[in-house]
């Protein structure tokens, strides 16, 4: 069950809260769990301000300075040319001086960190699942909670090396749908083993399992590249492969190597990557599944 603040409901910071920023050697100012909601009054509170040297760089994914004499004017809460500003949340997040600020309240941390835009980061989350069957195609039930067991396709992210949904950002211009398609024939089905000749079979499998998603959550995301300005939010969808003869009778090629990919038994031992466990624990509860 995730955190959330007595005061707002929202969902309490714990991974934006971890002491060392990822893929750097900043620490956070530290928070206690009273003081991250912004409407508790805290003087003493100075965040280390913090952008890593590549989104400085100027890729075309990040957004320009905010400050300072190169400061482009953003508009935020909007969509902005290409890029959703928007956040799933509402209300809509505060600007002050310019600046968005975390919705969520203190992170530690100013500035955008290894995010690249301003405010919300929108990212899609795709979860295929099939029940897990014996080698008699029969499926498996758990012996203490008698609910069949759910496997989702999970893959080993190349940059924490932690268990994860194989999500990624929605590109500018992109809509949702097509984003989870690209990103789960980026990150998994490469790694679907079958024979070349079965490719096809494969694509035309995703593409009819990707017809019938169910949303199972759309909001902000206690991610550990969070910032007081910057954040991500998620949708995530599930594609169920009841029957598992669609893309739940593909093996996939084991380990555990930053880039594998694997099926993975769903239950609430699971330890993933940002929330990633919280959304799959929506989808074992909507399918009455093992958790
Ligand atoms: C990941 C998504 C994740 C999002 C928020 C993205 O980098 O690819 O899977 O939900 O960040 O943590």
Redesign the pocket.
């Known amino acids: 069950m995730a955190l959330t603040t007595t005061a707002s409901r929202l969902p309490l910071h714990v991974k934006a809260r971890w002491e060392t920023y990822p893929n750097s050697d900043v620490k956070r100012f530290p928070v206690p769990d009273g003081k991250v909601p912004w409407s508790m009054s805290w003087h003493e509170y100075v965040p280390v301000e913090y952008t890593n040297p590549k989104v400085l760089a100027g890729p075309v994914w990040a957004d320009p300075e905010i400050r300072g004499p190169k400061a482009v004017k953003m508009k935020f809460n909007r969509v902005d040319g290409k890029i959703n500003r928007r956040s799933h949340m509402k209300p809509d997040y505060d600007t002050p001086n310019g600046v968005p600020r975390n919705p969520c309240g203190r992170t530690g941390i100013t500035g955008r960190g290894e995010l690249g835009k301003w405010g919300p980061?929108h990212?899609?989350?795709p979860l295929v699942t099939r029940w897990k069957r014996d080698d008699n195609g029969q499926e498996q039930i758990d012996p203490k909670t008698k609910k069949k067991i759910l496997q989702f396709i999970a893959i080993c992210?190349k940059?924490s090396g932690e268990w994860?949904?194989?999500?990624?950002?929605v590109d500018a211009g992109e809509t949702v749908s097509v984003t989870l398609r690209r990103?789960f024939g980026e990150?998994a089905m490469n790694s679907l083993d079958a024979p070349k000749k079965d490719q096809k079979k494969i694509e035309k499998a995703v593409k009819d399992l990707f017809k019938h998603g169910i949303e199972v959550y759309r909001g902000y995301?206690?991610?550990?590249?969070n910032t007081d300005n910057c954040w991500?939010?998620?949708i995530?969808v599930n594609f169920h492969d009841g029957t598992g003869n669609s893309v739940g009778k593909f093996a996939l090629h084991a380990g555990d190597d930053a880039g594998a990919v694997q099926w993975t038994d769903i239950s609430a031992s699971l330890k993933l990557?940002?929330?990633?466990e919280s959304?799959i624990e929506k989808v074992a509860i909507r399918l009455d599944a093992h958790w």
């Open positions: 980061n990212a899609a989350d992210r940059d994860a949904i194989p999500g990624g950002m990103e990150e995301v206690d991610d550990p590249r991500m939010e998620t995530a990557f940002a929330s990633h959304f």
